[in-house]
């Protein structure tokens, strides 16, 4: 029984050394097509518009916070304890409310770069698997740094990708 076994598990073994050695593996890096890609600048052209909107809005209503903190700073002596301690909280919630619109346009422009990136990152997506099966390939690696790939000697699918996507 124990031959047996052994003699199964070799042949196992055996088996899928010669199905992977049969195995066509290609690799791309997909950070470097993906900034390649046309689409792009005019995504990192809007993305960057909307982050200055946003900049500027906030550089305002920061002015804006100085200036009354200035104000109320050579006002304070001549205001009551009662006004100068409505004074602060006045500023605190401009301060809060600076605050809260940072962390939402960091949200938004977050969703966005997500919205603008997808159907770009779809386009190579598809254009790397019709490339790979067209040309047989069974396994697309991504070469990308830090994406695992030790080394990368084999077929790179870059400028055939390129080929399909028109540039």
Known sequence: MKKIRISLLAILLAFSFSTFAQSKIAHINTTELVASMPEMNDAKSELEKLAKTYETDI?????????????????AAAQTDEENAKRLQE??????????????????????????????????????????????????????QGQGVIIANGTDLMVDVKKELGF
Do not use: C, N
Request: aromatic share 8%.
């Open 59 to 75: 550089q305002t209503m920061a002015a804006e916070l100085q200036s009354k903190v200035k104000q109320y700073d050579t006002e």
């Open 91 to 144: 500023v605190q919630g401009m301060e809060q409310s600076i605050r809260q619109y940072q962390a939402q346009a960091q949200q938004e422009l977050q969703k966005k770069e997500f919205d603008l990136l997808k159907p770009i990152t779809e386009k190579a997506q598809a254009a790397i698997t019709k490339v790979a099966d067209a040309m047989g390939f069974d396994y697309v690696l991504d070469s990308t």
